[in-house]
């Protein structure tokens, strides 16, 4: 039995629906089922209502599982709000879930963080990831680590942000640094096809997995990639990192889905690739290119 947390989020629901698919007995983990419903083919999925901030939540839903996919991280393209903060849901959070495990009799658990992960400043949002990381390789589980770099797909919010910015401004987009910087955008169905292999193969616990597309491109490449496929031609200006964070934290404290954060802007000053060729070498898959995804797909 498999339990998958965060399983209405971007990558949840894509493992979800590929457990279903090869015939996976599992489990998902929800904060509201009304809203898992319109999501997940709940006729093959066992929905139990519960949330990874409150322990005592978690019972039900590890009963009886034998591994977990944890893909409840809190990513920074999401604001904070209420109870929903970085540091409580990634570090405290994984805790939680680490101690459910346990006491379960859970014994292997695959999580998915991101590429680049390391230890940062305290407080920062990356520092977070890093303490959830070392939770996990610490847990004295089986465990592995999904480090997949920006994930490309229907309803990325990276994407989907940036499609949006490029849509509703004028003349202008802002670019958030140089744009020179380096990203290496996966599809998330190959990411879900890494994450299978994890989960059939124990022999590859007890590794850190970073996961990246098979070309590396700038921030300044994927905006001109989006505004090709949406046919609209905007131009480029770099914004001053100051006021670039200050234009962020205005949208944040006014939107409720903000199409930039000031932790995703964090996340600018930390490597986001690795080699080409990294998921053919260790997975045996060769992943699809962002431009032929925007050529078959779209840029939604």
Known sequence: MILVTGATGFVGRSIAARLVKEGERQKCLVR????????????H???????????????????????VIDSSFMTADRKESGEERYYSVNVEGTNNIIAAAKQSGVKRIIAISGMGTRASKPGTYMNGRYLAEEAIKH??????????SIQFGS???FFKGLAELIR????????????NEQFQPIWVEDVTTCIMQLVRNPSMDGK???MGGSEIITYGQILDMLMASLKIKRIKVPGPQPLVLLAAAAMEAVLPKPPVTTAALELFQYPNCDAPD???KTFGI?????????STYGAD
């Open 32 to 43: 509201n089922k009304e809203t898992a419903k319109k999501i997940l083919n709940v006729e």
């Open 45 to 67: 999925v066992e929905l139990v209502q519960g949330n990874i901030l409150h322990p005592q939540t978690l019972t039900a839903a590890f009963a009886g599982v034998d591994t």
């Open 139 to 148: 847990s004295e589980l089986g465990w592995s680590i999904a480090q997949p």
């Open 155 to 157: 309803g990325s919010a």
């Open 168 to 179: 509703h401004v004028p003349v202008i987009v802002p670019v958030a640094g140089s744009g």
């Open 208 to 210: 850190m997995y970073p």
């Open 278 to 280: 990294i998921v053919q």
């Open 286 to 294: 060769t992943p699809m290119k962002l431009g032929d995804y925007l």
